[in-house]
């Protein structure tokens, strides 16, 4: 046995080092899915910007409609 203190650094070194190589996969699974997230996301925006031009073109042809029966709404 030696009278000298072991030197702790390494040691622990080497246990922060396998914990960061167990949050290495998770992290990169992480970013795939938020990834996919943004996608459906700007998907959905097109969709209900899509739905939108459609409301207001059937909003026109209704108006045009009341027009030519001569109905006016209350």
């Known amino acids: 046995m030696s ?3 072991e030197n702790l650094i390494p ?4 246990r922060i080092d396998e914990k ?3 949050l290495e996969l998770p992290i990169a699974d992480l ?3 938020v990834t996919s997230l943004g996608s459906m996301i700007d998907r959905l ?3 209900f910007a899509a739905q939108t031009g459609r ?3 059937v909003e026109l042809r209704l108006d ?3 027009q030519q029966l001569e109905i006016v709404p209350t």
């Open 3 to 5: 009278d000298e203190p």
């Open 11 to 14: 040691i622990y070194l080497r």
């Open 20 to 22: 960061i190589d167990r």
């Open 31 to 33: 970013c795939r899915r």
């Open 45 to 47: 925006h097109g969709d």
């Open 55 to 57: 409301f207001d073109r």
């Open 64 to 66: 045009r409609i009341e």
